[in-house]
Structures are given as structure tokens and as C-alpha cells.
């Protein structure tokens, strides 16, 4: 079984920042993609970023120069810090990655966290 666990949501003000973490647990065998979605209420779920194994990123129009990915030394947990955030940046974040893992035999597939609530509000 392969897990996503995300941490780091919250309420915070026009203009502040938070960090966002996703870390995979499981008998993983590779990780092609890790990454965020979001989704806001009544809207449709949205890339925000994702990075590769070989460490391309692509980041959506709306966040480019606000959000930063990263990611660890095992390349299990990745990091989004989110700066001047904005009050259309409220939505429930959701992690996303491609992993190949022996479930029981070896299998790619795409996983998701169980989403974290981030509002950004005066």
C-alpha cells in the first residue's frame, strides 16, 4: 500500500505565506512525479506544480513567481512554499504523485493525499 500525507493548511492573511509538506510511505519502488492540485469551491480540480525525477518542474500561470516546489533527499516528501498568497488561492490542496510500488506486484499508478485546507482571508 502506498500513503500520501499532507500537512501545513490553514487560515492565514492576504499577503503571508505558508509551507505545505507531502510525504509517500508504502512499499514504493520508484517515483516518476510528485506534486499539488487544488480545488476551490464549485471550481474544478487544478494543477498548481508538479516536479519529476529528474527534477523538471511545471508550474500553473497563476502561482509562477509566488510558489516554490522542493523536495527532500529521499525524494519521498515534497514542499510547497506558498507566498503572497492570495485570497482566489483558497481551495483544498490535494498532493498528487506517480509511483511505481509492489502492491503486491510491482504497479504504476496515480495516488492523492487526502487534501489540506489552505484560506487565505482578512
Known amino acids: 500500500q502506498v500513503e500520501l500525507v499532507e500537512s501545513g493548511g490553514g487560515l492565514v492573511q492576504p499577503g503571508g505565506s505558508l509551507r505545505l509538506s507531502c510525504t509517500a510511505s508504502?512499499?514504493?519502488?520508484?517515483?516518476?512525479?510528485m506534486g499539488w492540485y487544488r480545488q476551490a469551491p464549485g471550481k474544478q480540480r487544478e494543477l498548481v506544480v508538479h516536479i519529476t525525477s529528474d527534477n523538471s518542474t511545471n508550474y500553473a500561470d497563476s502561482v509562477k513567481g509566488r510558489f516554490t516546489i522542493s523536495r527532500d533527499n529521499t525524494k519521498t516528501t515534497v514542499y510547497l512554499q506558498m507566498n503572497n498568497l492570495k485570497p482566489e488561492d483558497t481551495a483544498v490542496y490535494y498532493c498528487?504523485?506517480?509511483?511505481?510500488?509492489?502492491?503486491?506486484?510491482?504497479?504504476?499508478?496515480?495516488?492523492w493525499g487526502q487534501g489540506t485546507q489552505v484560506t487565505v482571508s482578512s
Open positions: 498528487n504523485a506517480d509511483i511505481a510500488a509492489m502492491t503486491p506486484k510491482l504497479q504504476r499508478d496515480d495516488y
Open positions: 508504502g512499499s514504493i519502488f520508484s517515483i516518476a512525479r
